[in-house]
């Protein structure tokens, strides 16, 4: 399953690419896409695991750009 969201306060390109590293990382992460100029954050997963890999991808974020939130 693919989804989108909307960030709020991602600062810059930079900080973008740093996120997606890092949550690109996360176990059960098929792809993720961070784009700053859009503001929005693509996420691919398992469906049967897409909403226990979004708590995680949302907890990591949370941790990596405290200033950043992912709207669901």
Excluded: H, Y
Excluded at 43 to 72: S, Y
Aim: hydrophobic share 45%; glycine share 2%; proline share 1%.
């Amino acid at each position: 399953m693919r989804k989108t969201f909307r960030l709020d306060e991602i600062d810059c390109a930079n900080c973008a690419r740093k996120l997606q590293d890092e949550l690109a990382k996360i176990d059960g992460v098929d792809a993720v896409s961070v784009n700053f100029m859009t503001q929005k954050l693509t996420l691919t997963a398992a469906d049967e695991r897409f909403d226990e890999v979004l708590d995680r991808v949302v907890a990591l974020a949370a941790r990596v750009e405290p200033d950043c939130e992912i709207v669901r």
